[in-house]
């Protein structure tokens, strides 16, 4: 590990304001509650840093990576992040007033909650694909409606068609053939049984006596 590599470290309610930390590599580092005011991490690697509730105000973040960073409630007022990467990053109850973001990447960052931005800012920011609560709304409406409803509709139709289907055949007479009594010619081709003998042998002993 090098001297500037900071990577998955603890560095949780520590007080480094005012330090040069450019250049410096905080992959996963945690540095929650920290006071980091002034600091400057110009061409940094935050990915993946944990910066909740952090006191960033008037830091330099020029070129930072802060791609999947969480800053959920950091004080970012008056910092200057121009040309840093900040997608996929957790921006959520931040405080961004005076912030500089020309330049930022911004795609998918999660800005719901966030106060001090002009209304000219906050659209830009929409445009470069920040997501605000209100438009993270409509894409789990859209989200729903495309993998939930439409999919669970087609099988709730599907269902039914083959319910109606099954119904339909239960109605329909069975194809099976009753079966029929013995044909008279079959029964000829038996051998008399012995009461039939018996009953033959009678009636004719009963025609001789007349």
Not at 53 to 63: E, I, P, Q, V
Not at 144 to 168: C, D, E, M, R
Request: aromatic residues 8%.
């Amino acid at each position: 590990m090098s001297d500037n590599d900071f990577s998955y470290q603890d560095w949780n309610g520590c007080d480094r304001k005012n330090q040069d930390l450019s250049y410096h590599i905080f992959i996963g580092t945690k540095i929650n509650g920290s006071d980091l005011r002034g600091c400057i991490f110009n061409g940094s690697k935050l990915q993946n840093a944990q910066l909740c509730g952090t006191d960033l105000r008037n830091a330099s973040l020029r070129g930072a990576n802060l791609c999947n960073a969480n800053l959920k409630g950091a004080d970012l007022r008056e910092a200057i992040l121009i040309g840093a990467d900040l997608s996929h990053a957790n921006l959520q109850h931040t405080k961004l007033n005076g912030v500089d973001f020309s330049g930022t990447n911004v795609q998918s960052a999660l800005f719901g909650g966030s106060s001090g931005l002009s209304k000219e800012v906050k659209e830009a920011l929409k445009s470069g694909g920040a997501v605000f609560s209100d438009s993270l709304a409509t894409t789990n409406i859209q989200w729903w409606i495309q993998y939930v409803l439409i999919p669970l509709t087609a099988i709730i139709i599907g269902s039914g068609g083959i319910i109606g289907f099954l119904n339909q055949n239960k109605k329909q007479p069975s194809s099976q053939a009753t079966p029929s009594s013995t044909p008279e010619y079959v029964k000829q081709t038996f051998p008399p049984s012995k009461n039939e003998l018996v009953n033959s042998e009678q009636t004719q002993s009963a025609s001789k006596k007349k």
